[in-house]
């Protein structure tokens, strides 16, 4: 696949300025996994806002007089959701309980792709994340990242695979092993059909950069990141990633 030339990036002067990585694509191109571990390599902060949506779902099932279809009732649970600074990352509490395995759950999975498209929940984490961002340099990662959240980022990253390949990696994260055919063809269904809801909410920005990681292990996606963001650090006017070698 032919890539764009990717954007000039601007140089940060300052040390001290708080760098904003946006890392947007479709379900399963790896953008949460990528992105934290690239936060770890330059000591940044790693904000998963999938996890806000997943926060809210988890909540507004567990009001039982609550429906997670209704709007009002997702964002009325949603104020149940607080974050805890925990190395760099944010862990997501429900009533005060960290609820990580419940949120990965089949339940909420089941339902947090339509409550993803409500408008007004989309507005609440959109508005979770600028605040968790405040004053920190912190690697972004979900959905409308560098065309809503942060259209000013430093550094936009779209990343996408092979929808075979995202549901590939998909099984074997969930499975710990390597899924036959069959398997993979249903999953990747799943992932197609996602893909056409979650349209409107994965469109590229038009000044970021493309990595497609059909082909790419995650410790190589991980260095073109990072060798971006040293780009953007460097002292250098007018420096593009691609005349970086990138």
Known sequence: MNQPTPPYVPRIRDPATPIIVAIDGPAAAGKSSTA????????????DSGALYRAATAAVLRARSAQPWDEADVLSAAQRVSARDERR???LLVDGVDLEQEMRGGLVTQHVSRVAQMPGVRDWVNGQVRALATGRSVVVDGRDIGTVVFPDAHLKIFLIADPWERA?????????????????????ERLVQRDARDS????????????DTTYLTQEEQVERIVALVKVLKADKSGTRPDEAGL
Do not use: C, N
């Open 36 to 47: 934290r571990w690239v936060a770890e390599r330059l000591g940044f902060y790693h904000i």
């Open 89 to 91: 990352s944010f862990v």
């Open 168 to 188: 590939r990696r998909r099984l074997i994260q969930r499975l710990g092993r390597a899924p036959g055919d069959q398997a993979i063809a249903e999953e990747t």
């Open 200 to 211: 409107t909410q994965t469109v590229q920005s038009k000044d970021a950069v493309l990595i």
